[in-house]
């Protein structure tokens, strides 16, 4: 089944670390996202990438970092820069061929700092 | 001022009812628009693209005036299984990929 696998589902940091979540994708889509969502409040664009080796920053970059080595894959770092980490985290891809704007979403990360 | 804005909720109805949330935003220039579907702690999906003139499915309308920057959407008939949070999406780019804004989202409880 194609989809969007997101790892891992649930993770736990000390402050101060950094923290890498997975994203991987095998719809053969150009198109990923990462958001940020957090209690009662919408989905917030962190960064995207339109084609491999290329990325654009969302509304809130700080603190976060990606790359797009391949197709397939768009990983999120949180870094120590992040002033407040814990949210929900959520990785997208939509369709090559024009955005129709259907977003495929993973089941999401969930990041607790402690 | 948020660029989409939506309906506070919860919403709390009777199976049956009829309920409809209303969104609207900021920048006139934005190209298309959507409603999205949440479950609790699981990921959105789309539910359905709104059109100028207005489309149905099923038991859901989705209506736009772009005059007025303003979304809505009609649920019919309420079922128990429609409890979930409905978010209002625009998207601001032309283009591959498109740049999503998402509204905080209205949630609905659907009670027997």
Redesign the interface.
């Known amino acids: 089944d194609g989809g969007i696998t997101q790892s891992p589902k649930y993770l736990f940091r000390k402050e101060g670390q950094n923290v890498t979540l997975s994203c991987e994708q095998n719809l053969n889509h150009?198109?990923m996202y990462w958001?940020r969502q957090d209690p009662?409040?919408?989905?917030?664009?962190i960064y995207?990438s339109?084609i491999v080796n290329d990325f654009q920053k969302g509304d809130i970059a700080e603190g976060y970092s990606v790359s797009r080595e391949k197709k397939e894959s768009f990983p999120l770092t949180v870094t120590s820069a992040q002033k407040n980490p814990t949210a929900f985290y959520?990785c997208a891809s939509?369709n090559?061929?024009?955005?129709?704007?259907?977003?495929f979403?993973?089941?999401?990360s969930r990041l607790t700092v402690l | 001022r948020k660029e989409?804005e939506q309906d506070p909720g919860p919403f709390n109805v009777p199976e049956g009812a009829t309920v409809a949330f209303n969104c609207t935003y900021s920048n006139s220039a934005s190209q298309?628009?959507?409603w999205y579907r949440q479950d609790c702690r699981?990921?959105?999906?789309?539910l359905m693209?709104v059109y100028s003139s207005g489309n149905e499915d099923g038991r859901f309308t989705a209506q736009l005036n772009r005059a007025s920057q303003y979304i809505s959407l009609l649920i019919r008939d309420s079922k128990l299984s429609d409890s979930a949070t409905y978010?209002c999406?625009v998207?601001e780019q032309r283009?591959?990929?498109?740049?999503?804004?998402?509204?905080?989202?209205t949630e609905l409880s659907v009670k027997p």
Not at chain 1, 96 to 103: A, D, K, N, R
Not at chain 2, 95 to 105: M, N, P, V
């Open positions: 150009d198109a958001y009662g409040q919408g989905l917030r664009l995207y339109q959520l939509s090559p061929g024009g955005f129709t704007g259907e977003l979403f993973g089941e999401g | 989409v298309s628009f959507f699981k990921e959105p999906k789309l693209s978010l999406v998207n283009g591959q990929g498109g740049k999503l804004i998402f509204g905080q989202g």
